[in-house]
């Protein structure tokens, strides 16, 4: 809204109003704008033609009705001009008119914060891109929405904004929902992949054992997440099922994500290991990209691992590891461009230090500089002693390229949730050097590559449309002519499809590249190409009104040449069900999943989801013909708990190999298998 304002001529006699033509027109001599920062050049670039002119209230008004649009347009949705005042000097030397625009570009002066009944309300106030005595952005608004919403102990989200129609004050209304966030919860554990006998009997034989985990997403109410287990789990030897009594563990994790009321957070865990006197521990300072518009990020992190490794060929543990593994890690980052598309570039240091330790082996041991002489073939007969320690000291560089746009939508990966699907591409390149000049075993180049992508196709939900124009393409059907005979008489058969109502795809896809090639051999490896992995995924989302979905998932992973032993396995938590999780190894492997998904009853606290799936997957050694397909069918129910935090999905299946060597399996598990 323009108010106008004439003022009083500076001259004995009354001044004609300035807003009605003069003849003649006095000139237009200056412009004084007050409260106008952002596109303070571009509005001087609209009214430059019109200084030193003959006065023209009407090319004025467009010049400050056109600048208004462009402060809205950019975000700045209360953006105004509050007041225009003109003072007129009819005669002598500086005889004109003088012209001073007062304008509001819309500042917040209040956020209230409602709906909270554990989180504190500083801690909310903390994740919004939102101040008071700022001016009010549009984005900031929707993505501090998306920010909310990715927090674990919180369900629904809306934040809204209205300016006082007097004052121009912006007021923003923050609405959110407290979600349980306290889940104790107790399993019992095998001690192995598989056994013969019941459950029941396995309890009584002491092959299974239990687990009590408790865990507080909002400890408190202050937004930290703290994980507590306690694990009491039979103790095998290492190669054998030999029970050698019980053991007990600890483990302590937790997640502090703003530190000292920043922006930086601060990650830890410490485990102990079943049957290892080497404890995991790591800390982690991280100031993440929290924004599309942020600039820069830093991460430090070090650690310290220990775990049990073994090497499996053709369903036959050859033998197991104790691994011990040091690392210290930092990066910074920094972006360049426009949130909607951006440059990041930066630098980081590796510091990583690993030995090995022979528990177990199925195969002659010999000593590892001949092992290092055989070919991969020969080294699945023989087991290395004495491995040496490997060090790697890597300085390396990285350059990522990111174009991603949010929008909202219900029922892709959680049941009934609004989610944040970010369409779009990043792909990233990190190259990496170490040499024995500063404490590495070798001399070696490190390189990463990937490439992520999502795609989206069809008529998304009126209600979760994208909050940005998105290219769409709407079929209204297929049609098929055929016609016969080409004469005088003429028929025709028509097949029309039509998709439904609520007809949207989501396609998204993954390749990366690692590789490391060393041209000083040093203690470990030989010249050339090592450590070779290539993992290539792609997914299919095809949903029909909200309600059913067609979901697929395609994925290879490749590995060669490794340093150490590797391999992938194929099973039951690998994606193909119905298969011990160990049952199949292999360097290479091959994935194709589909499931139908259909949800069946929808309350305000639960959400049923019935699923039909198949599953097949080959994996093998070297030779694809060598390998073997798998197959299960099976069908399942998912739960969403939309009341508790971070609303997980309680997933039963039942899956039926193809393989009649094995029989019928049932898994219980949490969120969607892909």
């Known amino acids: 809204m323009l108010v106008l304002l004439s003022a009083s001529s500076l001259t004995a006699q009354e001044a004609a109003s300035p807003w009605e033509p003069q003849q003649p027109r006095l000139p237009l001599r200056t412009v004084t704008v007050f409260g106008m920062s952002i596109f303070r050049a571009e509005f001087e670039r609209y009214i430059a033609p019109l200084i030193e002119e003959p006065w023209d209230p009407r090319l004025f008004q467009k010049a400050v009705e056109a600048i208004t649009r462009r402060y809205q347009e950019a975000g700045y949705r209360f953006a105004r001009a509050e007041r225009i005042k003109v003072t007129t000097f009819e005669e002598g030397l500086h005889a004109g008119h003088y012209v001073t625009l007062y304008f509001d570009e819309g500042w917040i002066t209040e956020i209230s914060i409602q709906g909270l009944s554990r989180t504190r309300e500083e801690v909310i106030r903390k994740q919004l891109l939102l101040d008071v005595g700022e001016r009010f952005f549009q984005p900031d608004l929707e993505e501090s929405e998306r920010i909310l919403r990715e927090k674990k102990y919180l369900g629904e989200v809306l934040i809204t904004a209205e300016a006082d129609p007097v004052t121009n004050n912006v007021r923003v209304l923050v609405l959110v929902e407290d979600l349980w966030s306290f889940l104790p919860t107790v399993r019992l554990v095998r001690s192995g992949d598989s056994g013969e006998g019941s459950l029941l009997d396995r309890i009584r034989d002491g092959e299974v054992g239990v687990q009590l985990t408790v865990q507080d997403y909002n400890l408190f109410g202050t937004g930290q997440d703290w994980r507590f287990q306690l694990r009491w789990e039979p103790h095998t030897l290492p190669g054998t099922p030999e029970l050698r009594g019980h053991r007990g563990r600890v483990a302590l994790e937790f997640h502090e994500p703003n530190l000292f009321r920043s922006r930086w957070q601060l990650d830890g865990f410490y485990h102990q290991p079943s049957d290892l006197d080497i404890d995991s521990w790591a800390l982690r300072l991280h100031r993440p990209f929290y924004s599309l518009r942020s600039r820069w990020s830093f991460e430090a992190r070090i650690g310290e691992e220990g775990f049990r490794g073994n090497f499996r060929y053709q369903g036959r543990t050859l033998r197991e590891w104790a691994v011990r593994q040091e690392e210290r ?108 000049r500063w404490g590495s075993d070798r001399d070696a180049l490190h390189l990463s590559t990937a490439l992520r992508f999502r795609r989206r196709w069809g008529v998304a939900e009126q209600e979760f449309a994208p909050q940005r124009p998105q290219p769409q393409v709407q079929w209204t059907g297929v049609a098929f002519e055929w016609t016969s005979p080409p004469a005088r008489r003429r028929s025709a058969a028509r097949i029309e499809w039509r998709p439904p109502e609520g007809w949207n795809a989501l396609w998204s896809g993954e390749l990366t590249l690692q590789a490391a090639y060393a041209w000083t051999g040093g203690t470990i490896g030989a010249t050339g190409w090592r450590n070779l992995s290539l993992r290539a995924g792609t997914r299919l989302f095809l949903r029909f009104r909200t309600q059913d979905a067609l979901v697929s998932r395609l994925q290879l992973d490749l590995v060669g040449n490794p340093d150490r032993d590797f391999n992938w396995n194929l099973g039951n938590r690998t994606g193909l069900r119905g298969y011990p999780s160990t049952a199949f190894d292999g360097n290479f492997r091959l994935l194709w999943n589909l499931e139908l998904r259909r949800v069946f009853w929808t309350h305000r606290w639960f959400v049923l989801q019935g699923a039909a799936f198949l599953d097949q997957g080959v994996i093998g050694w070297d030779r694809l013909p060598d390998a073997r397909w798998k197959a299960s069918v099976g069908v399942g129910v998912r739960v969403g708990v939309k009341r508790l935090s971070s609303s997980p999905i309680l997933r039963l299946d039942l899956a039926i190999p193809w393989d009649r060597a094995y029989g019928w399996t049932v898994t219980m598990e949490t969120g969607q298998p892909f």
């Open 329 to 436: 890690f930092v990066q910074g980052l920094y972006a360049l461009g426009t949130p909607e598309a951006q440059a990041r570039l930066g630098a980081w240091m590796l510091v990583q230090q690993r030995s090995d330790q022979l528990l177990f082996s199925a195969l002659p041991v010999i000593p590892y500089e001949a092992f290092r002489r055989l070919s991969e073939r020969d080294q699945k007969r023989f087991s290395p002693e004495g491995v040496p320690e490997r060090r790697a000291v890597v300085l390396g560089g990285t350059l990522a390229w990111q174009a991603i746009q949010f929008v909202r939508d219900i029922n892709v990966d959680l049941l009934g949730e609004v989610e944040d699907l970010a369409l779009g591409e990043t792909a990233s390149v990190s190259l990496g050097v170490g040499s024995q």
